[in-house]
């Protein structure tokens, strides 16, 4: 079996074999790794702030995704494999999410942070293209107009995967504080013409 080097690809191999058994897992691995190493060198030269996004993340899946259906699985149960997959590996951020917003005060900053943030890891230069709006420091609001994940996966002809990424921002913030509501209602992903970002501090009762 060839050496899976990104975490993505190594943490999947459990979930390949529970699911497929050790044998059929192998192969549809070995299958992902040479469709990355394909999807990767159809698009050379990407820049860094390109690749956090497309290399460490919406590769891995389009191949996974195509080497499940190499492998003869059925295409919405390959759909719902890297979906689930991907979501489960959000767990990990959520609880992070979780732990960083238990600092005392810092809930009340997310809003500000988020907006700097998306304008870092997500702006123009990764592919990214949105709107912002002008809101109290007690409220995010971006609408996100163009995503790479969206994109990508259309390109590669497998958009039932992209719920995934959606469904996996859900995990990370949805439950980051109890005193956040996260009311993002929309995303490109599921149909929508854009993905409307919010997130809202609760003033309603005090908290530290």
Not at 23 to 48: C, F, H, M, S, T
């Amino acid at each position: 079996m060839k050496t899976a080097k990104l975490d993505y690809f190594k943490k999947v191999v459990p979930f390949l074999e529970e699911k497929f058994g050790a044998e059929k897992g192998k192969l549809i691995l070995n299958a992902a790794l040479d469709r990355y190493e394909q999807i990767v060198a159809e698009n050379p030269n990407e820049p860094k702030a390109v690749t956090i996004h497309t290399r460490e993340r919406i590769y891995p899946s389009i191949a996974l995704f195509d080497s499940l259906l190499s492998g003869g699985v059925e295409r919405q149960e390959a759909a719902n494999f890297v979906v689930d997959y991907y979501k489960w590996r959000a767990q990990k951020m959520a609880k992070f999410m979780h732990f960083l917003t238990s600092i005392p005060g810092l809930y009340k900053k997310m809003p500000s942070i988020f907006t700097k943030t998306t304008k870092k890891m997500f702006g123009e230069a990764s592919g990214f293209k949105a709107k912002y709006y002008d809101t109290p420091k007690t409220e995010m609001r971006i609408d996100m107009l163009v995503c790479p994940y969206n994109n990508k996966c259309i390109h590669y002809g497998c958009p039932e995967i992209v719920r995934g990424f959606c469904e996996s921002d859900d995990i990370c913030y949805a439950q980051m504080h109890p005193k956040l509501i996260w009311g993002r209602t929309k995303t490109l992903g599921k149909g929508g013409d854009c993905c409307d970002f919010k997130i809202t501090v609760d003033t309603g009762t005090s908290l530290p």
